[in-house]
């Protein structure tokens, strides 16, 4: 597979592919609603009533997605946590083969 350079973000990635262009996830610290694009800085609020799994669920979006997507606005989305080929299907962090 070819990788994306996005300018407009000045990434390449191939995590972008695994990504949804926007999911919805809960703020850590407050727990409000916030909405996250894929490949920006930050956040942005939503309504505070938004069912955020609910959202998630009807659009496919998995609890991985929405763990690197919050990862990647937060951490920068070059960092390996951004990336939802880093976990198992369980969420859990895949573990390094030992030599």
Known sequence: MKRKYLPQFDIESDA???LPR?????????DDPIRIHRG???YY???PQT???????????TAVQVEC???????GWDVPGADPIN???DGTWK???AA
């Open 16 to 18: 972008f592919d695994r």
């Open 22 to 30: 926007v999911c919805l996830a809960r703020q850590p610290g407050s």
């Open 40 to 42: 920006a800085k930050g």
């Open 45 to 47: 609020q939503t309504y």
């Open 51 to 61: 069912d955020v799994d609910r959202f998630n669920a009807d659009r496919g979006i």
């Open 69 to 75: 997507m919050l990862t990647g606005s937060m951490f």
């Open 87 to 89: 976990y198992n299907d």
């Open 95 to 97: 573990k390094e083969d």
